[in-house]
């Protein structure tokens, strides 16, 4: 069973930065997709940044140029820099994980971004 635990969120104003960070376990296996998704209160969950494996990450239009989706495979860990944040910004932050058809959660981690 994969589990995946965020951290790194807070309260930041807005044009400051924050980095996510997020270590899935659980499996000896490299995990092929995995990508950070947000959802804001009376909102959908909506995929911010991510990426399968070996292929250039995909952004959310909302978040280009200023957030930075990473990882590094050998510790199947993601990572999300996020620079010049907005208010907009503000949202619970998930990491997901696709391995062999099954998918993981985190349980998320908050970042509120003030003006």
């Known amino acids: 069973q994969v589990q995946l635990v965020e951290s790194g969120g807070g309260l930041v104003q807005a044009g400051g930065s924050l980095r996510l960070s997020c270590v899935a376990s659980g499996t000896t296996v490299t995990i092929n997709t995995m990508a950070w998704y947000r959802q804001a209160p009376g909102n959908q969950r909506e995929l911010v940044a991510g990426s399968g494996w070996g292929g250039s990450a995909n952004y959310a239009d909302s978040v280009k140029g200023r957030f930075t989706f990473s990882r590094d495979a050998a510790k199947n860990t993601v990572y999300l820099q996020m620079n010049y944040l907005k208010p907009d910004d503000t949202a619970g932050y998930y990491c997901?994980?696709?391995?062999?058809?099954?998918?993981?959660w985190g349980q998320g981690t908050q970042v509120t971004v003030s003006s």
């Open positions: 997901y994980a696709r391995l062999m058809g099954e998918t993981y």
